[in-house]
């Protein structure tokens, strides 16, 4: 229908502007009324086809600093458009309405008024979606500070249930991926810490996600199951499904920024500048956790889920992170890696998850790097990596498990290759193998899965029953064999 007072306005009625190459946005921003000019194309100007089409380029657009609220790390907006007319009538612009010839008027004449609303001040029900959110952080300390960030995801699950906080978080991963290398390795303390450091904080803050959710939820201490949810939007507590998301959400990003920002030099100097003991507690435990303390090998905590701190770890090592801090033994078992991670799981074969295979990935990766001697070590329990996932394959309730098969198989091909371009000396030979035949019990069969010791320790012995002939011993044994048996004896 025409407006009554058109016709007082012969000019309204000229024909509205079309989007053409060279069209310009200009709305007024909030309060302050700071003008916002965007330029677009006419390729651009016409994917603008709806208010909420709009609204994103917009918000793609608005640079100036946003206010936060006071314990948050960062803060989520929302964009409204207001159309305010010659009488200073105002009439809001939503998201489904067509962006017509009369919106592309308005927008030449900078008649719209742009308002940024924190999303919290919106009922669950009118929550956007992320697309049409505007993400804004102050500092990248708080971006990053478990107990902060922990705490906000908290907060927008209890507001607007968790798919919708997964949705907000997006938009935290995409602020830290984008960030240039200068500012991912710029070195923040005399101590040489980059963002890196800051990230491994916020991973093993995850240890302590319920504490910290509970610290969020000022009614927590009078909440009683089932009734007292009613405020949640999803109507209960966060479950452990939340917290899976949070160790997908802090790895994954964690990770991604390895790979793609950090400089090889600088992670060399970040963990050659810390103690290696404390590095090997902080990414072995990501890895596979740490003991509880209870003595047995299947009670660990405080590993990252679905084997995202493995992930972690093989880009490190691909980065440069010193050979000082995933080799050696830690812990109190006296484990190397590969120990640590396999022995838990040959402790409880049915505990084992297929979610974290990229733990039996970072075996094999481990395994092709780890010399003979790390291959062949023995732990307080006196057993050896490939025992364990020996046994683990004995044991397994999933038949044949081709993850752990594969482990087996490439720790054994890799000792089996060692073993065949070992360089040292006979007697070094033979005290490996009297390590390996004491993992599997000391029996005569013991080395029956590794026949390259046997094959190795036989032709050198038999090449040092030649020189000691020479040399004029006298063998008690008359035939080759037995005197080559002499030899390995005598070692």
């Given at each position: ?13 000229q024909?509205?502007?079309?989007p ?5 946005l200009?709305?007024?921003?909030g ?16 994917k603008i086809e ?5 609204k ?6 608005v640079?100036?600093?946003l206010?936060?609220t006071p ?27 067509p ?9 030449e ?12 001040s ?8 992320g697309?049409?959110l505007?993400?804004?952080?102050e ?13 906000y995801a908290?907060?927008l ?9 997964e949705?907000v978080?997006?938009?935290?991963t995409?602020a830290?991926l ?36 509970r610290a ?12 007292s949810y ?9 479950d452990d499904a939340?917290e899976d ?23 060399k100097e ?5 103690f290696?003991e404390?590095?090997k ?6 890895v ?5 303390g209870?003595?047995r ?6 590993a990252?889920?679905?084997g ?13 992170l010193?050979?000082?801090c995933?080799a ?24 084992w ?7 039996a990935?970072l075996?094999?990766f ?7 001697e ?12 490939l025992w ?22 490439v720790i054994?091909?890799?000792m ?15 005290d ?14 013991a ?5 390259a010791?046997e ?21 008690a044994q ?14």
């Amino acid at each position: 229908q025409k407006c009554p007072s058109c016709e007082h306005h012969p000019a309204s009625m000229q024909p509205a502007m079309q989007p053409v190459d060279g069209s310009i946005l200009q709305v007024l921003g909030g309060l302050s009324g700071e003008p916002l000019t965007v330029h677009l194309t006419s390729q651009e100007a016409k994917k603008i086809e709806s208010v909420r089409d709009l609204k994103r380029c917009l918000t793609r657009n608005v640079t100036r600093p946003l206010g936060r609220t006071p314990g948050t790390p960062f803060s989520v907006h929302w964009i409204r458009l207001i159309h305010t007319d010659a009488s200073m009538a105002s009439m809001e612009l939503h998201d489904e309405d067509p962006v017509n010839p009369e919106t592309w008027e308005w927008l030449e004449q900078g008649s719209l008024r742009y308002m940024l609303a924190d999303v919290f001040s919106f009922p669950p029900e009118a929550l956007p979606s992320g697309d049409d959110l505007k993400f804004s952080y102050e500092n990248l300390e708080e971006l990053l500070d478990p107990k902060l960030l922990i705490g906000y995801a908290f907060k927008l699950c209890k507001h607007g249930g968790q798919a919708w906080c997964e949705n907000v978080f997006t938009l935290w991963t995409s602020a830290l991926l984008s960030l240039s290398s200068n500012q991912v390795n710029a070195v923040e303390n005399i101590l040489g810490h980059t963002l890196l450091n800051r990230c491994f904080s916020l991973l093993q803050g995850l240890d302590e996600a319920e504490e910290l959710m509970r610290a969020a939820d000022p009614d927590c201490d009078n909440r009683n199951w089932p009734d007292s949810y009613e405020d949640f939007y999803d109507k209960q507590w966060p479950d452990d499904a939340f917290e899976d998301f949070l160790h997908k959400t802090f790895a994954s990003m964690t990770i991604e920024l390895v790979r793609q920002k950090a400089d090889p030099q600088r992670v060399k100097e970040i963990f050659r500048n810390m103690f290696t003991e404390k590095v090997k507690s902080i990414v072995w435990k990501l890895v596979q956790g740490q003991s509880c303390g209870c003595n047995r090998r299947s009670c660990t905590r405080g590993a990252l889920r679905f084997g995202l701190g493995a992930d972690l770890l093989m880009a490190l090592i691909d980065k440069g992170l010193p050979r000082c801090c995933w080799a050696g033994h830690w812990g109190p078992f006296n484990d190397n890696l590969l120990q640590h991670i396999i022995a838990p799981v040959a402790a409880k074969p049915v505990d084992w998850n297929p979610r974290d295979g990229a733990k039996a990935r970072l075996c094999r990766f481990l395994a092709k790097r780890f010399s003979l001697e790390e291959l062949c070590y023995q732990n307080r329990d006196f057993k050896n990596a490939l025992w364990y996932v020996l046994q683990y394959c004995e044991n397994s309730p999933f038949q044949a498990d081709p993850l752990w098969v594969r482990v087996r198989d490439v720790i054994r091909e890799r000792m089996q290759r060692q073993v065949r371009e070992f360089q040292g000396s006979l007697l070094a030979l033979v005290d490996l193998a009297r390590s390996v035949r004491a993992s599997f019990g000391g029996g005569i069969d013991a080395l029956e899965a590794l026949p390259a010791f046997e094959e190795q320790m036989w032709q050198r012995a038999a090449i040092i029953r030649e020189e000691w002939l020479r040399m004029g011993w006298t063998f008690a044994q008359d035939s080759a064999n037995g005197q080559v048996s002499e030899v390995l004896d005598w070692h």
